[in-house]
C-alpha cells in the first residue's frame, strides 16, 4: 500500500509539472506559409529544436519572414522542428486550479487509504474468521 502511495504521488507531482509549463508550441507550417510565427515577439523566449534534433534557448532579437534569432545565431522556419514560445500569461488562474485540483486528489488518496482497514491480507494462508 505504501509503495502504491508513493508511486501514485509521484504520478500526481509529475502531472503537475508538466501541466504547469509555460511554453506554449508554435504552428510552423503556418510560419513557414505566411511568414507570421504567432506569439514571437521581440524579447521573448523561445526554444527551438532543429530537424537534425539540436535544441537551443534564447531571447528573440531579431525577426524575419524566413525565420527568428538572437545576437549569436537565427533559426529558418523551415528548418526548424518544433518552436514554443514562453508565455507570460503562465501565473494566471489555470496554474492555481492545477494546484487547487492536485491537493484536493492528494486528499482524496490519503481519506480512501485510512478508511481501507477493512481490508486484510492473509497469505498464502486463509484469514482467520473472527
Known amino acids: ?14 502531472l503537475n509539472l508538466a501541466a504547469c509549463s509555460s511554453m506554449q508550441t508554435v504552428d510552423l507550417e ?3 506559409q505566411t511568414s507570421n510565427a504567432r506569439g ?3 524579447g521573448r523566449l523561445v526554444q527551438v529544436k532543429t530537424l ?5 534557448k534564447f ?7 524566413s525565420g527568428i534569432g538572437s545576437n549569436d545565431e537565427f533559426f529558418r522556419f523551415a528548418d526548424m522542428k518544433s518552436l514554443k514560445v514562453d508565455n507570460p500569461n503562465s ?10 485540483l492536485g491537493v484536493l486528489g492528494v486528499i482524496a488518496l490519503i481519506a480512501l487509504a485510512a478508511n481501507s ?3 486484510s491480507v492473509c497469505s ?5 474468521e473472527e
Not at 52 to 56: A, E, G, I, K
Not at 59 to 65: G, Q, S, Y
Open 1 to 14: 500500500m505504501v509503495r502504491f502511495l508513493g508511486r501514485y504521488l509521484l504520478c500526481l507531482l509529475l
Open 30 to 32: 503556418r510560419a513557414v
Open 40 to 42: 514571437v515577439e521581440y
Open 52 to 56: 537534425d534534433n539540436q535544441t537551443s
Open 59 to 65: 531571447r528573440v532579437t531579431e525577426i524575419e519572414d
Open 91 to 100: 501565473n494566471s488562474s489555470e496554474e492555481t486550479w492545477t494546484y487547487v
Open 117 to 119: 482497514d477493512s481490508v
Open 124 to 128: 498464502p494462508s486463509p484469514c482467520p
